[in-house]
């Protein structure tokens, strides 16, 4: 497995990161034994990046990744999240600290590698500029000062102009971005522009600051497989993020791309969508989330084939035009 460096945080990830969510949802409503086979398989095909977080399934991905890594004595780079309070007023810096001492004790850890805010930016519902320079920047200093957490990321969703701003900053090492080929606009499929320069793709414009990027919705919640059916384990309605409106409009412009299939210059769509996610050299990692062993399989085989050629990037170009 191709390892990567995640931006100025100097860490080595692996191209594929395991994403321990709820959209495949394995880590959160598998048995313990497909669970334990998963991850134990995973590791051995050399990923070395894992996400979860507190949401997905009210703890129970951290609690499952808590019991398995343990036995495995396995140390992967590790990121979890914070989500806020729904509630105002919100007392910020007291639900980051106490979310992220639960999912310490949850993953058995005295620390994590990658602490990030899993809200929207700059919206409702999410942290305005004002509350996240003013409350949750201190109190995420005083987790890294107290050696609660190494680096800093966010979920780069919300409003553009704030995340624009923000990511001027330089205050976070890492950024969590939608990335597929139904939404490429984060990301030149090439690298862009010299450091200095302006950037239209927030992506390029995070990894000109040193940013992080790690890819996420990089199947587009399961429409790049091409398939209306959904695994027993995985969740069985999922809203679209940052591509079209629906999942079923997802899912037909997923079908548009059929003939590089069929011209076997892909054993699948999700292989295609998998090569596609990391052929940016600036994404650090791209996470995929499985229901089973076998949709496991088919990422780790993608992910060794490696990005895609500029043609194949032209023809995905055109056919989704």
């Given at each position: 497995m191709e390892q990567r460096v995640l931006g100025r945080t100097g860490l080595g990830v692996s191209v594929l990161g395991y994403g321990a969510g709820v959209v495949g949802g394995l880590m959160v409503r598998g048995t313990p034994a497909e669970?334990?086979?998963?991850?134990?398989?995973?590791?051995?095909?050399?990923?070395?990046?894992?996400d979860t977080a507190p949401s997905y399934g009210n703890g129970e991905s951290e609690r499952n990744l808590g019991r398995v890594l343990k036995p495995l004595?396995?140390?992967?780079?590790?990121?979890?999240?914070?989500?806020?309070?729904?509630?105002?007023?919100?007392?910020?810096?007291?639900?980051?600290?106490?979310?992220?001492?639960?999912?310490?004790?949850?993953?058995?850890?005295?620390?994590?590698?990658?602490?990030?805010?899993?809200?929207?930016?700059?919206?409702?519902?999410?942290?305005?500029?004002?509350?996240?320079?003013?409350?949750?920047?201190?109190?995420?200093?005083?987790?890294?000062e107290q050696g609660k957490c190494r680096f800093l990321g966010i979920t780069a969703l919300g409003s553009t102009p704030a995340?624009?701003?923000?990511?001027?900053?330089?205050?976070?090492?890492?950024?969590?971005?939608?990335?597929?080929?139904?939404?490429?606009?984060?990301?030149?499929?090439?690298?862009?522009?010299?450091?200095?320069?302006?950037?239209?793709?927030l992506g390029d414009l995070a990894a000109a600051q040193g940013?992080?990027?790690?890819?996420?919705?990089?199947?587009?919640?399961?429409?790049?497989?091409?398939?209306?059916?959904?695994?027993?384990?995985?969740?069985?309605?999922?809203?679209?993020?940052?591509?079209?409106?629906?999942?079923?409009?997802?899912?037909?412009?997923?079908?548009?791309?059929?003939?590089?299939?069929?011209?076997?210059?892909?054993?699948?769509?999700?292989?295609l969508a998998i090569r596609y996610a990391i052929t940016p050299a600036a994404m650090g990692t791209a996470l995929i989330g499985t229901a089973s062993q076998e949709q496991l399989e088919v990422a780790i085989a993608a992910a060794e084939k490696g990005p895609l050629p500029p043609p194949v990037l032209e023809r995905i170009a055109a056919l989704l035009a």
């Amino acid at each position: 497995m191709e390892q990567r460096v995640l931006g100025r945080t100097g860490l080595g990830v692996s191209v594929l990161g395991y994403g321990a969510g709820v959209v495949g949802g394995l880590m959160v409503r598998g048995t313990p034994a497909e669970q334990e086979r998963s991850l134990a398989r995973a590791l051995e095909a050399g990923i070395t990046y894992v996400d979860t977080a507190p949401s997905y399934g009210n703890g129970e991905s951290e609690r499952n990744l808590g019991r398995v890594l343990k036995p495995l004595g396995a140390r992967p780079v590790l990121g979890t999240k914070i989500r806020l309070p729904a509630a105002a007023p919100r007392d910020i810096p007291g639900a980051i600290a106490a979310s992220l001492e639960a999912s310490l004790q949850r993953l058995g850890r005295d620390s994590i590698d990658l602490f990030q805010l899993h809200d929207p930016i700059g919206v409702v519902e999410g942290y305005t500029l004002t509350e996240l320079l003013g409350e949750a920047v201190p109190a995420l200093h005083r987790l890294q000062e107290q050696g609660k957490c190494r680096f800093l990321g966010i979920t780069a969703l919300g409003s553009t102009p704030a995340l624009r701003q923000l990511l001027e900053t330089g205050i976070f090492d890492t950024a969590q971005i939608p990335f597929n080929p139904l939404n490429p606009s984060w990301l030149a499929p090439r690298p862009a522009r010299l450091p200095g320069q302006d950037f239209e793709r927030l992506g390029d414009l995070a990894a000109a600051q040193g940013v992080g990027l790690i890819g996420i919705r990089i199947l587009a919640a399961g429409a790049l497989s091409g398939e209306a059916g959904r695994h027993p384990v995985a969740m069985p309605e999922v809203a679209p993020i940052a591509s079209a409106a629906d999942y079923a409009t997802d899912l037909a412009h997923a079908r548009a791309l059929r003939p590089l299939v069929e011209e076997d210059l892909a054993t699948s769509l999700a292989e295609l969508a998998i090569r596609y996610a990391i052929t940016p050299a600036a994404m650090g990692t791209a996470l995929i989330g499985t229901a089973s062993q076998e949709q496991l399989e088919v990422a780790i085989a993608a992910a060794e084939k490696g990005p895609l050629p500029p043609p194949v990037l032209e023809r995905i170009a055109a056919l989704l035009a």
